[in-house]
């Protein structure tokens, strides 16, 4: 498996796009590698589209530019769809993860999906229909490239200041966005 | 320790780990998240400082003047639009050789207005007097600052770290962040000799005419050209304890053998060395010269660097408008004055934000080289995504 990952997260404001990323990134140095998270810069506003971007390599990463061709995209509200070219630059046999129960049906050819309700599944661990950790789960089980564990180990340490109940809501919906995904056929479409 | 922070937490931190006891700023995209963190740093009792929420970036440097005036030692930040604001003070702080530091999260200068980085806020501030540091990492922004308060408080002049707005800020990466040990054996409590005492008074700041300014101004710029010792000396000594350099003046990148050389300041240079190495793979004979301190503009160490290349790349974030390059310009006078005559080539590129990747870096580099003759002040390209990247091939812009 290649070590360097790129991967894009849109959603609006308010939906955790930005942590979800942080989120990623101290997964995968949890885990051993170097890697590097940053929003795309802006003046943020609840709704509105927001991006962020997250690399993973085996070897310090000294760039700081923007990324253009990811290998992963996550999509934390289809609605999104419709406005914003969400799958620009994704690499042929890139992975698609969709918050939603079933994959569009006009869409592109050359890639790997995975839908999963995320909003539904945060809304029963969580009490708010947040879908970043949910997502994050599936994204964990759909690649390899970073391990459950280390995802909850972070969740464990970036949220502690919530408290002790925001972090295991967040670990179950993590747990249930990757089982969701593992005991998923074969993505390939 | 090692961890994974945002780059504005980081060199919080790395304040914090200085004591200063006056913080005062005006918050300003992208700075703002450095002065939330040490807010929150003195709220919840981390941090013995006073913070002061100034009414203004003027009124922020001026607290600071004061403050250090008084003995303490003191942090400001700002960006942009706040950092000209600042500008008078820049100058007074500087002329009364106080050793302020403060963090520029570099920033584009309206109009138009725009939030995203480039080096146009303290280039427009170069001849202040002000110490001018560029940092191209996290680690160099937490290690930088540190250094930052030695050499501000050894060589009575103020220092500007300068970290890119959102590049680094913004982005969360590895940063090892020293303990409060470690800080405490590098940089000794304040000390400044010319503290204003209430025991025994005295005026700082006061009038001086034509007999005696220039000499004033003169000292200044001695002191400014003597900075360049210290600040070679003081990131070895930081080196020797921290196990971790800065690269002092400057810091070369494949250097050997190189024949044509790329030089520019920040957060840029990441991929300007991805640059170099996909130039090299192709047999390309290409280095790259990371310019830390842009003021004092460190002539000597240059020359050394760069009288061996056959051809100088230029490539900075910031434009004299009327005039172009402004690092191009200086570094042709230093070569000049040194009777190197080897062409130089200089691009402007990055500005409001605008993406340099090591692609565009590849572009320039090709073109340039193509090129017969010297040429000056030319833009750098684009980064445009074509469809060639879907089949895994090179974006050119």
């Known amino acids: ?189 | 320790m090692k961890q994974l922070l945002e780059g504005s937490q980081a060199v919080a931190e790395a304040v914090r780990l200085c004591r200063p006891q006056v913080v005062a700023a005006y918050p300003i995209t992208p700075q703002t998240h450095i002065i939330e963190r040490l807010a929150q740093h003195v709220a919840n009792g981390e941090l013995a400082a006073e913070f002061i929420n100034a009414e203004s970036e003027f009124g922020a440097a001026s607290i600071v003047l004061g403050a250090v005036a008084s003995g303490a030692r003191s942090f400001t930040a700002t960006a942009s639009q706040g950092l000209l604001l600042m500008t008078e003070v820049l100058y007074n702080i500087a002329g009364l050789r106080l050793p302020v530091v403060m963090i520029c999260a570099n920033r584009a200068v309206g109009a138009p207005i725009n939030i995203f980085s480039d080096h146009q806020d303290s280039m427009s501030v170069r001849d202040a007097g002000w110490i001018q540091l560029y940092v191209d990492s996290n680690q160099m922004a937490v290690d930088m600052l540190i250094q930052a308060y030695r050499i501000a408080e050894v060589c009575e002049l103020p220092v500007m770290v300068c970290m890119d707005g959102f590049l680094l800020t913004h982005t969360f990466e590895p940063v090892v962040l020293p303990s409060q040990a470690e800080v405490d054996g590098y940089l000794p409590a304040f000390q400044f000799a010319r503290t204003l005492d209430p025991t025994q008074p005295m005026t700082i700041g006061g009038a001086s005419e034509a007999d005696n300014y220039q000499e004033y101004r003169i000292a200044q710029h001695h002191a400014m050209e003597n900075s360049l010792a210290v600040i070679e000396a003081l990131d070895a000594e930081f080196e020797q304890q921290f196990g971790r350099t800065s690269g002092g003046l400057l810091q070369g990148y494949c250097l050997d053998g190189a024949q044509i050389v790329l030089l520019g300041m920040g957060s840029l240079m990441g991929a300007v060395c991805d640059a170099v190495d996909n130039l090299r793979t192709q047999g390309e004979a290409v280095g790259a010269l990371s310019l830390r301190c842009f003021r004092p503009f460190p002539a000597q160490a240059l020359i050394q660097y760069l009288s061996g290349a056959q051809r100088i790349i230029v490539l900075e974030k910031a434009i004299s408008i009327g005039g172009g390059g402004i690092v191009a310009a200086e570094l042709r006078a230093a070569l000049y004055q040194a009777g190197i005559t080897t062409p130089l080539e200089s691009v402007i590129g990055g500005l409001g934000g605008r993406d340099l990747t090591p692609e565009v870096i590849e572009t320039i580099f090709k073109k340039r080289v193509e090129a017969e003759t010297e040429m000056t002040n030319h833009f750098a390209p684009n980064h445009i995504i074509t469809d060639e990247i879907d089949s895994g091939g090179k974006a050119h812009g």
């Open chain 1, 1 to 189: 498996m290649s070590s360097f990952h790129e991967i894009r997260l849109h959603g609006r404001g308010g939906q955790g796009t930005v942590s979800a990323a942080a989120l990623l990134a101290l997964t995968a140095f949890e885990d051993g590698f170097e890697s590097q998270a940053f929003p795309k810069f802006g003046s943020e506003r609840r709704g509105a589209p927001v991006e962020a971007y997250v690399r993973i390599s085996r070897s310090v990463i000294r760039a700081h530019n923007q990324l253009y061709r990811p290998d992963a995209v996550v999509i934390q509200d289809t609605g999104l769809l419709r406005s914003e070219p969400l799958l620009r630059g994704l690499k042929p046999g890139g992975l698609i993860v969709l918050n939603a129960t079933e994959k569009p049906a006009d869409m592109g050819h050359s890639f790997r999906w995975i839908s999963l309700p995320a909003s539904q599944i945060g809304e029963r661990h969580i009490g708010r229909p947040l879908p970043n950790t949910v997502l994050l789960g599936a994204l964990a089980a759909g690649t390899g490239w970073v391990s459950l564990r280390a995802l909850e180990r972070a969740i464990t340490d970036h949220l502690s200041s919530k408290g002790e109940t925001v972090v295991n809501a967040n670990i179950e919906a993590v747990r249930e966005g990757y089982l969701f995904t593992s005991n998923e056929e074969e993505l390939v479409l």
